[in-house]
């Protein structure tokens, strides 16, 4: 029997903790936890970072460091005084600080940064500091520690930078500038002479389990291991999975060794891919099942096979004698499931040291191989070293870059420093005279570095080479550059800011820094410079704007209606920048936003518009009113409805019709799915992206001009599926044992058990209606659950209490972690004795049992989290203090059964079979016969469970964290901590502040050119982006978007020969509707086809206004001649097959017979039948085609479902009908949506 003592049983549980004992700050960064890793997490509470500017791109830098939780945040704004204009892109500046005497853009953002995170310091310095002295400061924020990195936010003199920028890289300081110039923004990225980078990706190491060791005295001529010769020895190692992963050269280290080989756990070893010759003749397909079959199989069987194949298709090809002189066509396979061990270099010596080759020989079962990668060190120029030796600056979009458009920015830049330093002032916004100045310098910087290897000058390039011919200098977009350097745009600012501070992170050593430029130019958002479009500027905080874009830009942004759909991570970004943009200010203006969710702490380390009083608010509600605060003129609505074909009544026609642009916020492919269906159907631009932790992307929806989001394949379905023979019987993974206990532990017990056994309380008679419908394997698990939940209650004496549910819970972990392991291990070992063969090999472990009378502390958090479940099912009073539940255990004298084999089969086999057997159908009916007799009135009701991964206080991810390490023991499998636990069976998806300013920055920029009309100019004015802040500059990757996707009709011109999803046939019929008959008539005419079915568009169900086998019917016929004879067309007897055995006994029967009455009723029943068939669809064929829509789809029951649908079709006058058609070759045409108008 367990004794708790002190009650010390572990401290990795959240469901008791209240107030001091609550992790807040783990709580806030959960997403993070995700993406980054519990190890970096760690060492971000190190950095120290400074920023320099607090503009535009100085606040966003540290909003998102900040949110990121790095230790601390000192800001400098070098004393610059809030102004109107400031308020176009630093979002913390109001009327107020403008409006008070020297207020400093710092003093204006710090107090709303430091509430951002609170476990982050944030500070500022004074306006006169020395930056030169502040960066070797030892003791930051009271940390004791220097700075880790500094971020300069804005344009310095040349000197200080320069000099600020190698005290940096003298003492191991990471040194990042971002900048923004009116269209153009650059980010310089500095880890010194010699940075460490431990994880160059930050995607996930792989995990192998051994399933089979072998040692290989003499490798075979077929075999392929790079530098194994034919004939020397080699380890091939066997795993479980199809596909390793893994190339030659990487490292893994040894782990759960066994069986004598326990010495090798923790050694590293390299690896080598293994591959097979085969005749390219032979035409092997890799992917069909004989191929992955045999690769069951040992690796001398394997090769075995390939070698008869190899002789026999070389004999062919030898006595061909037209293949004299010619060499035999053999390709290369790899083997995917099997690597070699390289046990010549210095890691394989090392094993050999701890172990024999013979050793492997004794392999039997057990062993992974886990995935190592080898630090990375990169040496990193200094800024004045790259401002003038970099020969082609990477540009943001990957043409530019090609094309060495990024000579002008870089000559830009460097201008810049140079004109300042000459001036002492900065280019002033639209100056000529220092815009003509600035192309000067520029030509005379490029002109002075032509003899110079290597450098940046005025030079061809062709696909992003240097071609050494001196080119002009394009003076147009320097003297671009000069006029509008003092202006920035928040849609630069925020993709800087979000790529600045992602680049901070990587101080930690995760991830790999940008090489080491790159700069973004948007020329096409200066195109109208007329002077009285972009001037005068009196004083609007749109200032910026206006100077670039012009005051028709600006008039048309107050009067953009905006559907924002989402107001989560990437929704509170986008509010922030259609505030700061001035957009749905003006009277026909307005953004409106939904979200459905409320706000959590999890949401608070990335939602960067909600603080801690939020939570448990609706996000949309919060979100609009900061943004609101910011711009009191903004007319915003915030809704919390669902997007979907359940809320057109809501969003109808008048409302998608009214919209300027959709702007997709969303975490889900069928919600941005049906989003861009509504956008397709209404011509409207969709605004797209997403994120996945370092990961992003953006996609730009033009009408007409560009694919859509439903032209590419994407769904939220896991492709990865784990067998269920693996999770039930045979796991070797910690996530074995999470899916296991999330699928099976959690769904049975709490959700699925509880749900059909209320079904059944509620009304047994709708519950059996129901159970019709489910697959035997449901209907029997749904019996089962409902039985053992009446069970309970007979076994608690009618009512179950917390000390039922502690019985309840008890007796569920000597089931599932003892009994049924003894069962299982005792089938093992009878198979074993009848076979003679070994059982536990390969990943296959023997478990053990748990042991109540020898406990450990995790059987105690089982019952804990258990039996507080179950109370919370039975609607028992709970009990989270720890010391009090072990006072009831203890009172219980709770006492495991001695266990004795039960007879009972336990399923051993290794296939995913999930069928039932024989048997199962008797006991099913047996069971439902039980239950037919239950008194439900008698039942306690029961709560289910909806499986919520946030709440800490629902115990769910306690009883998944403690179910799962509970079998992690019983397989001797590694146990997971509980945030591995919470991330994989909550499918978290990981989310950073960084990636998601840095994308939503990005679209920022691309609705800009739809306000300014871009689309009419072409698709190519645009551009999409997938990219990685991860894995280096290489990763940022964009693109203009693709054009639509054709859809072949099949028919031949003149005739339309393809479509794209944005088109449709527009029929109307206002005055006189068509009927069916007539639509159909007319459909086969315009387009020479012969029409199958008429549907509602996109319907998948099998239903139809027309049906070409129903107007067939018209010419079935029954019918009797004089003498009693049936005549029957053969189409009826598909329609009724019953009627055929009638016919024929009709056929048999004398005419004086009396039974020929019966089968001759049944005749005239089918015949009566038909005819009203005939009468219905000749009704429908004839009538109106709107009618013939309402009999089809209209639902027959009253209710809300019938209601939704007569508001819907109240609201609108058309119908969208798909076709289904062909030729009278019978080849099968497509044609587009049919929106028809009645």
Not at 674 to 694: I, M, N, Q, V
Not at 875 to 891: I, L, P, Y
Request: charged content about 25%.
């Amino acid at each position: 029997m367990a004794n708790g003592g002190d009650v010390n049983w572990g401290d990795w549980m959240g469901s008791y903790k209240t107030g001091n004992l609550v992790d807040n700050e783990s709580e806030r960064i959960d997403r993070q936890k995700a993406a980054f890793g519990g190890e970096t997490i760690a060492r971000l509470k190190d950095l120290n970072v400074l920023i320099v500017g607090m503009q535009g791109v100085g606040v966003e830098t540290a909003k998102n460091l900040i949110l990121s939780n790095v230790g601390g945040v000192m800001v400098y704004d070098g004393g610059v005084v809030c102004k109107e204009e400031h308020r176009g892109s630093n979002f913390y500046v109001t009327r107020e600080h403008v409006l008070e005497d020297g207020t400093t853009l710092g003093a204006a953002s710090l107090t709303e940064l430091r509430t951002l995170n609170p476990f982050c310091r944030v500070d500022l310095l004074e306006g006169s500091t020395c930056l030169t002295e502040e960066i070797m400061n030892k003791d930051v924020l009271g940390t004791r520690r220097g700075y880790t990195a500094v971020v300069v936010a804005t344009f310095l003199p040349k000197q200080e930078l320069f000099q600020l920028n190698e005290l940096a890289r003298a003492n191991g300081i990471a040194f990042i500038m971002a900048v923004t110039n009116g269209v153009t923004s650059s980010i310089f990225s500095d880890f010194g002479p010699n940075h460490e980078i431990t994880d160059a990706t930050g995607e996930p190491t792989q995990t192998l389990a051994i399933s089979n060791v072998e040692v290989l005295d003499s490798k075979p001529k077929l075999l392929d291991v790079a530098g194994v010769k034919e004939g020397e020895q080699v380890i091939i190692v066997t795993v479980a999975q199809n596909e390793h992963g893994l190339e030659d050269g990487d490292v893994v280290v040894l782990e759960d060794m066994r069986q004598g080989m326990e010495g090798l756990n923790g050694m590293s070893v390299t690896v080598k891919r293994v591959a097979i010759a085969s005749p390219t003749a032979a035409k092997v397909d890799t992917r069909g099942v004989a191929f992955k079959t045999a690769l069951g199989l040992p690796t001398e069987s394997v090769v075995s096979n390939f070698e008869r194949q190899y002789d026999f298709y070389k004999s062919a090809f030898d006595e061909d004698e037209g293949n004299a002189n010619k060499k035999f066509p053999v390709r290369t396979i790899t083997i995917f499931n099997r690597l070699a061990f390289v046990l010549n270099d210095d890691k394989g010596k090392k094993l050999l040291e701890n172990t024999s080759v013979d050793a492997f020989r004794q392999y039997q079962s057990g062993g992974l191989l886990n995935q190592v990668r080898p630090p990375i060190f990169k040496q990193y120029r200094s800024l004045a070293d790259t401002l003038q030796g970099t020969p082609v600056p990477q540009m943001l979009r990957g043409e530019d870059w090609e094309l060495g458009k990024g000579v002008e920015v870089h000559l830009s830049l460097a201008a810049a420093f140079d004109f300042h330093e000459k001036n002492n002032h900065w280019p002033r916004l639209h100056n000529a005279d220092d815009a003509s100045e600035m192309v000067d310098i520029a030509k005379s910087i490029s002109e002075s570095r032509n003899d110079t290897e290597g450098a940046c000058w005025a030079q061809s390039i062709q696909y992003g080479f240097p071609m050494g011919e001196p080119r002009d200098v394009n003076e147009k977009r320097i003297a671009r550059y000069s006029r509008l350097f003092a202006a920035e745009l928040t849609g630069f600012c925020a993709f800087l800011g979000g790529a600045a501070a992602q680049e901070v992170i990587k101080a930690s050593g995760k991830f790999t820094p940008i090489d080491q430029w790159v700069h973004h130019d948007e020329e096409v958002l200066a195109v109208d410079e007329c002077p009285s479009n972009v001037g005068p500027l009196f004083g609007s905080r749109y200032d910026y704007q206006i100077a670039i874009m012009g005051k028709d830009f600006q008039a048309r942004a107050a009067n953009q209606r905006i559907f924002l759909v989402g107001c989560g991570a990437l929704g509170c970004e986008y509010l922030k920048g259609l505030a700061l943009m001035g957009i749905a200010t003006g009277k026909d203006g307005k953004i409106v936003v939904t979200d459905m969710d409320r706000i959590e702490v999890s949401n608070l380390s990335r939602q960067f518009l909600f603080r801690q009083p939020d939570v448990g608010h609706p996000k949309s509600v919060r979100g609009a009113m900061v943004v609101k605060k910011w711009n009191p003129s903004v007319n915003i609505e915030a809704l919390e409805k669902k997007v979907g074909d359940d809320s057109e009544d809501y969003f109808n026609d008048t409302f998608w019709e009214s919209l300027s642009v959709c702007w997709n916020a969303l975490d889900n492919v069928q919600a941005r799915q049906y989003t861009d269906a509504r956008c397709l159907f209404y011509s409207k631009p969709l605004l797209e992206s997403g994120t996945l932790g370092t990961k992003c992307n953006h996609e730009v929806v033009l009408p007409f001009r560009t694919s859509s989001y439903n032209d590419g394949k994407e769904s939220d379905d896991n492709e990865n599926q784990i067998a269920m023979c693996t999770l039930r019987s045979f796991p070797y993974l910690p996530k074995h044992c999470i899916e296991y206990a999330k699928q099976a532990y959690f769904s049975d017990y709490f959700e699925f058990g509880p749900d059909v056994y209320e079904n059944f309380r509620q009304d047994p008679m709708a519950f059996f209606e129901q159970l019709d419908t489910m697959d035997s394997g449901e209907q029997s698990r749904a019996l089962r659950m409902i039985k053992a939940f009446i069970d309970l209650q007979e076994e608690a004496g009618g009512s179950i209490d917390f000390d039922a549910c502690v019985r309840i819970a008890f007796n569920r972990m000597m089931k599932d972690f003892r009994t049924s392991i003894l069962d299982l291990s005792h089938s093992a070992d009878e198979m074993e004795k009848s076979s003679g063969k070994k059982f536990w090999t390969g990943t296959k472990r023997r478990p053990r049992p748990v042991d109540w009378n020898d406990p450990m502390p995790l059987l105690m958090e089982y019952l804990y989290s258990t039996a507080n479940l179950y109370a919370s099912v039975w609607r028992a009073e709970v009990v989270r203090d720890r010391s009090e539940f072990q006072a009831v255990v203890d009172k219980l004298k709770l006492e495991q059964s001695i266990w004795e084999p039960s007879g009972d089969k336990v399923d051993l086999s290794e296939g995913d079979n999930e069928e039932e057997s024989g048997d199962s159908g008797e006991d099913d009916e047996k069971l439902k016969g039980e239950l037919y007799k239950v008194d439900t009135s008698k039942l306690q009701p029961a709560q289910p469970q909806e499986f919520e991964k946030d709440d800490d206080l629902n115990f769910h991810i306690d009883f998944l964290t403690a179910a799962t390490n509970m079998r992690s023991w019983n397989y001797d499998i590694k146990a997971s901590p509980r945030h591995t636990v919470k991330v994989t069976a909550g499918r978290i998806i990981p989310a950073l502040a960084t990636t998601t300013a840095m994308v939503c920055g990005l679209v920022d920029i691309e609705f800009a050119k739809l306000v300014l009309g871009l689309q009419s100019q072409g698709s190519d004015k645009f551009l999409n982006s997938n990219i990685n802040l991860a894995a280096g500059s290489g990763n940022f990757t964009t693109f203009a978007p693709d054009p639509p996707v054709p859809i072949s009709t099949g028919l031949d011109a003149p005739q339309p020969v393809s479509f794209t999803s944005w088109d449709r046939i527009d029929l109307s019929y206002k005055l006189n509707e068509l009927s069916v008959e007539q639509l159909v008539i007319y459909l086969e005419k315009s387009f020479s086809v012969t029409v199958n079915r008429i549907f509602l568009h996109g319907d998948k169900e099998d239903r139809a206004l027309y049906n070409a086998l129903d107007k067939k019917k018209l010419d079935w016929t029954i019918s009797f001649d004089d003498e009693g004879k049936v005549s029957v067309s053969e189409g009826v007897y598909t329609q009724w097959p019953q009627i055929r055995m009638a016919i024929q006994m009709l056929g048999r029967l004398p005419p004086t017979s009396g039974q020929r009455a019966i089968f001759k009723a049944q005749v005239d029943r089918v015949k009566v039948s038909l005819e009203q068939t005939k009468e219905s669809f000749m009704k429908k064929f004839q009538g109106n085609v709107s009618d013939a829509y309402l009999q089809v789809y209209r639902p027959s029951e009253e209710g809300e479902k019938q209601d939704y649908f007569d508001a819907v079709f109240k609201g609108r006058d058309y119908l969208t009908l798909g076709v289904d058609c062909h030729t009278e070759e019978k080849e099968d045409i497509t044609l587009p949506c049919v929106k028809y108008t009645f």
